[in-house]
């Protein structure tokens, strides 16, 4: 059985013992996973839209960079591949909640002092931030991801170690 996520306390108090929903504006209610459904998952990120993007190293490689993060929208009808799954999501290695673009492959976090507890008092300004690319009403950035998250080429042997970028 996998481990549990390292999730912030008022998230896991939100979403004990059941699953949970938010109104997310125009996209109107999504479903929350459940706190035993959370797990960790490595995100494909691929910057495109970001400032930052035409300085990746493997910006035309095909491959993407293995992000871990902890999906927390259910997504239809695959729950963790279709939108809006990954909508909101927690970074366990940043310590900060964000969105992850499924179209684009760019991974926007959040403020450092946005907590659970904003998001699910007032969800709509995050998600008119999130689909903005930073431009709305919440203050974010795009995750930069090397040369901390390992770069997985688009050759890679299954379970082969991911290119870390180090010599």
């Given at each position: 059985?996998a481990?549990?996520?390292?999730i912030?306390?008022d998230?896991?108090?939100?979403?004990?013992?059941?699953?949970r929903t938010?109104?997310a504006?125009?996209?109107?209610?999504?479903?929350?996973f459940a706190?035993?459904?959370l797990?960790?998952?490595?995100l494909e990120?691929?910057?495109?839209?970001?400032p930052?993007?035409?300085d990746?190293?493997?910006r035309?490689d095909?491959?993407y960079?293995?992000?871990?993060?902890?999906?927390?929208v259910?997504?239809?009808p695959?729950?963790?591949?279709?939108?809006?799954?990954?909508?909101?999501l927690?970074?366990p290695?940043?310590?900060?909640?964000?969105?992850?673009?499924?179209?684009h492959?760019?991974l926007i976090?959040?403020?450092?002092?946005?907590?659970?507890a904003?998001i699910?008092?007032d969800p709509?300004?995050f998600?008119?931030?999130s689909?903005s690319?930073?431009?709305?009403?919440?203050?974010?950035e795009?995750l930069q991801p090397?040369?901390q998250?390992?770069?997985v080429?688009?050759?890679?042997e299954?379970?082969?170690?991911p290119?870390t970028?180090?010599?």
């Amino acid at each position: 059985m996998a481990e549990a996520p390292d999730i912030p306390d008022d998230l896991a108090a939100f979403l004990r013992d059941r699953p949970r929903t938010l109104d997310a504006g125009h996209y109107e209610a999504v479903t929350l996973f459940a706190l035993v459904e959370l797990r960790a998952e490595m995100l494909e990120v691929t910057p495109n839209m970001a400032p930052f993007a035409r300085d990746d190293p493997h910006r035309y490689d095909g491959g993407y960079y293995a992000v871990p993060a902890v999906n927390l929208v259910r997504g239809d009808p695959r729950p963790s591949v279709d939108f809006p799954a990954w909508l909101f999501l927690w970074l366990p290695d940043q310590k900060r909640f964000g969105s992850f673009d499924l179209d684009h492959g760019d991974l926007i976090m959040f403020a450092p002092e946005v907590r659970w507890a904003d998001i699910a008092a007032d969800p709509e300004p995050f998600v008119l931030a999130s689909e903005s690319g930073g431009q709305g009403p919440v203050p974010t950035e795009y995750l930069q991801p090397w040369p901390q998250y390992p770069y997985v080429a688009p050759d890679a042997e299954p379970g082969a170690a991911p290119d870390t970028g180090r010599m």
